[in-house]
Antibody, heavy 122, light 111 residues
Framework: QVQLQESGPGQVKPSQTLSLTCTVSGGSISSGGYYWSWIRQHPGKGLEWIGYIYYRGSTYYNPSLRSLVIISVDTSKNQFSLNLSSVTAADTAVYYC??????????????WGKGTTVTVSS | QSVLTQPPSASGSPGQRVTISCSGSRSNIGGNYVYWYQQLPGTAPKLLIYRNNQRPSGVPDRFSGSKSGTSASLAISGLRSEDEADYYCAAWDDSLSGYYVFGPGTKVTVL
């Protein structure tokens, strides 16, 4: 079965770029039919969808983060990545990657990684 | 804050039925499917209900979802101690060129 694992630095300095990678195992990103999302959860708070990517490279971002986010995919490594620029303390959160199904009027995440905690601090 | 509204908490005794509401608007719940996720303490969210009332394989039929107009609800019948978790509703919102939104979550406590 498909599994996802987030990786990346646990701490990032303010104004720098947060970079995370999600490695997919048990299935190929290139097989199609799924999108690949990033979601974050601020400490003690709810969930915020950041955006997703399709294996061919098309992306869609949450409008509230669009100017700061880039999601990319590396099909040769079966990975996709998140870059969040100009971070502040407000970007401190647990970041999850998730397999996503999307069509007209529908979007949901059916497989999630365990999450990785990122703290923004100098 | 979210455009979806959920009660912050709900509780029940083992065996009881608990219902969690999720209120939205025409741009989200009113025109799109509703999803529910369960987040057990210290773990990642798990898909519980999709397309308003469908259960993924492996989700007990104690969990059921419904939608009417701009509101949705999740019912847990035969409440068990392992159901103690945070529950989030979610939907696509057609405003602002579209985005996926989660509700603020409801903490279910088994008394």
């Amino acid at each position: 079965q498909v599994q996802l694992q987030e990786s990346g630095p646990g701490q990032v300095k303010p104004s720098q770029t947060l970079s995370l990678t999600c490695t997919v195992s048990g299935g190929s990103i290139s097989s199609g039919g799924y999108y690949w999302s990033w979601i974050r959860q601020h400490p003690g708070k709810g969930l915020e969808w950041i955006g997703y990517i399709y294996y061919r490279g098309s992306t869609y971002y949450n409008p509230s983060l669009r100017s700061l986010v880039i999601i990319s995919v590396d099909t040769s490594k079966n990975q996709f990545s998140l870059n969040l620029s100009s971070v502040t303390a407000a970007d401190t959160a647990v970041y999850y990657c998730a397999r996503t199904l999307s069509s007209t009027s529908e979007l949901y995440m059916d497989v999630w990684g365990k999450g990785t905690t990122v703290t923004v601090s100098s | 804050q979210s455009v979806l509204t959920q009660p912050p908490s709900a509780s029940g005794s083992p065996g009881q039925r608990v219902t969690i509401s999720c209120s939205g608007s025409r741009s989200n719940i009113g025109g799109n499917y509703v999803y529910w996720y369960q987040q057990l303490p210290g773990t990642a969210p798990k898909l519980l209900i999709y397309r308003n009332n469908q259960r993924p394989s492996g989700v007990p039929d104690r969990f059921s979802g419904s939608k009417s107009g701009t509101s949705a609800s999740l019912a847990i019948s035969g409440l068990r101690s392992e159901d103690e978790a945070d529950y989030y509703c979610a939907a696509w919102d057609d405003s602002l060129s579209g985005y996926y939104v989660f509700g603020p979550g409801t903490k279910v406590t088994v008394l």
